[in-house]
Each structure stands twice: as C-alpha cells, then as structure tokens.
C-alpha cells in the first residue's frame, strides 16, 4: 500500500508514506487506492481509500489533511484539520501537531516529504515543474524554519515522480530554465524529436532542496510513468487519451 523511506523512517516519533495505487476499494481506470477527491472516481470510494491510508499513518481518518493544489509556491501551516471540500489552495503544508498528518497528492508531480525530527516539524509539498521553478521547495523550508526547524535538520525525500526518460518538454520550456540559469542546462537531455528535450524534474527538485540548507536530501528513484502496476500517471493517461486518472498521497505524521 505504501512505500516508506528508510531516511525517514529511521527518524524518532514520525510516521510517512509514500502511497501506491494498490490497497484500496476503487475500480476501473481508479483502481484501486485512489485517494483523490479531485477526480470523478466514487466519492465513497475515495473516502474509503483516504480513511485505510490514515489508518496505515496511525492518525484518524479525518486528521490525515490534503490540499486544494494549483501549482503555487504556497505553503500553510496546520494546526486543525479540515475536510476535504474545504481543502485551501495552496502547495505544501507544514505542521507541529501531533497526530495531524499532512499530505501532498501527485500523479507524476514530485511529492516531498519532509521532516526536523529534533524540532518536531514535518511537511508535505507538491512540486511540479512550475512549483519547484517558482519556490514551492523553498517556501516549505522557510515556513519549517518559522515553526522552529533548523534547515541542518531537515530530512526531505523526494516520492515516486515522473522521471527524466519519460518527461520530454518542448523549446519553450527549455528556453523558460535556461533563461533562468544557463546552469539549468544540465537538467536536460538529448529527446529524439527536433527542439525536444528530457526534463529530470527528481534532480532538478533535488539541486533546489540542497541550495535551500537541508541537512538531507533523498529519493525513492522510483518513476510514476513507467511503473503501472504501483502508480497513476497523468501523462500516461494524456498519451493513451483516458478520460480521467487517479491520484496518490503522500503524507507524514508526528506520533501522538
């Protein structure tokens, strides 16, 4: 059902994971642990799902928290949990309280996991190319910083995202990163199509994270895109023009 990093889960009181599309009630193109209430699978499908990944966290079905995610470089910091139709749109969410845990969804999107296990803080960003380019990643370090994280301290571990070999993005794009920094270059590889390009988006996160001052810096390597039988893919539905696609979680607690 979910996929647990051995980074963070060496970490004292914190629980995390890295949810699969396996474990949950869902059918069809949604099955089966689709845990996003912004498609159009069964809402009590989704609820079912949602309830069974917080159990699996160890929190109460309605403190496992998500977002409304557009794509920002917002972030909030949670102190009470909401439902999910009042889901605030932002991109990262932060929390000190126990027993809350906070999540980020994706389906080819990076979800960040972070963790100051000294300062009893952790996080949950969505990035996407536009949220890592415009400071998603930053302002989730930032606001762990304000709730008394220190930056050495931080664990952020990169979930299960599209990798480089099945992200190809055209010239705009790659004129938008080199434009921003000729260094950006080297997140780029060769495409077979004209004007084409590979995006590593994983490295591109993870360079991000460590000009921000995390102390640590991992991956689970794992790509969305390529490994069907885990996880959903939103590019992979948009290749094979499915109507809709499912959507994971990943969250992390402070025990209670």
Known sequence: MMIQSPALAALPGIRHGFFTREGGVSTGIYASLNLGVGSNDDRANVMENRARAATALGVAPDHLVSAYQIHSPDCLVVTTPWAP???????????????????????DCGPILFADA???VVGAAHSGWKGAFTGVLESTVDTMEREGARRAD????????????????GPEFLARFLTADPANAAFFGPSERDGHAMFDLPAYI???????GVGLVGSTGLCTYADEARFFSYRRMTHRGEPDYGRHLSAIALVA
């Open 85 to 107: 139709e009042d889901n605030p749109k932002v991109d990262a969410l932060v929390t000190r309280t126990p027993g809350i845990a906070v999540a980020a969804g994706s389906a």
């Open 154 to 169: 931080i664990v952020a571990v990169i979930g299960p995202m599209i990798s480089q070999r099945a992200y190809e993005v």
């Open 118 to 120: 000294k300062a009893g």
């Open 206 to 212: 993870a360079m991000r994270l460590k000009a921000a």
